[in-house]
């Protein structure tokens, strides 16, 4: 399913990097009319970069090489590889998109760890089960990297074959990006500190 790429100057009250093209979420959105915040938007040049990307004005904006073809699936693929992940934007992106086209683009590839990540997701938000068999017995990838989101316990989606280690459901599922000020509590170990002042104090008590 290809998106209608007609490129705006403005995009959710922000100006569109010049000779930049909508990509990721931003795309999906603005393509498809879906009604739905883009916090941290992304776009692609015309030409070459220093670094590959930069930051411009409350966008990312990534050189040329970057660019992900014309059709929904390159987009959701853009924003699952590059962006922060969003479930909000991709539960609405299913919903505009329906079921075949997510069907085609599992059954292209059905053991690659983008395609079964997004077959998960898909399953999960909606609750619709695709007309796809399960997915043969290749190493299982985690739904989000737990380098880079606060994640919980995983649990394997034989379907899938991917790791459940979100934080919610598919109807509701809050998002924790691991950002220095977060890795910073984690290594103070506030609950164990706060932990162990109880015990002291129910000690002395009793």
Not at 24 to 33: D, E
Not at 126 to 154: C, E
Not at 160 to 178: A, K, M, Q, S, W
Request: charged share 25%.
């Amino acid at each position: 399913m290809e998106l209608n790429l007609e490129m705006p100057p403005v995009f959710q009250n922000r100006l569109v990097p010049k000779e930049a093209r909508l990509a990721g979420w931003a795309a999906l959105v603005h393509g498809l009319g879906i009604a739905a915040p883009v916090r941290a938007a992304s776009a692609v040049a015309g030409g070459y970069i220093k670094g590959s990307q930069r930051k411009e004005a409350g966008w990312t904006v990534f050189e040329k090489r970057y660019w992900p073809g014309r059709h929904v699936a390159d987009h959701i693929g853009f924003a699952l590889r590059h962006e922060w992940f969003d479930p909000l934007v991709l539960k609405r992106v299913f919903d505009a998109v329906g079921p075949d086209t997510i069907s085609a683009f599992v059954r292209e590839t059905p053991t690659g760890t983008l395609t079964r990540r997004v077959w998960f997701f898909y399953e999960s938000m909606t609750g619709r089960r695709l007309p796809i068999d399960d997915a043969p017995m290749v190493t299982a990838v985690d739904a989000l990297d737990p380098k880079s989101y606060v994640t919980s316990n995983a649990v394997l989606s034989k379907r899938h074959r991917v790791r459940d280690n979100l934080l919610g459901t598919g109807g509701y599922c809050p998002v924790i990006r691991r950002t220095e000020a977060i890795e910073g509590y984690r290594e103070r170990r506030l609950a164990h500190k706060a932990a162990k002042t109880i015990a002291c104090i129910s000690h002395t008590m009793g």
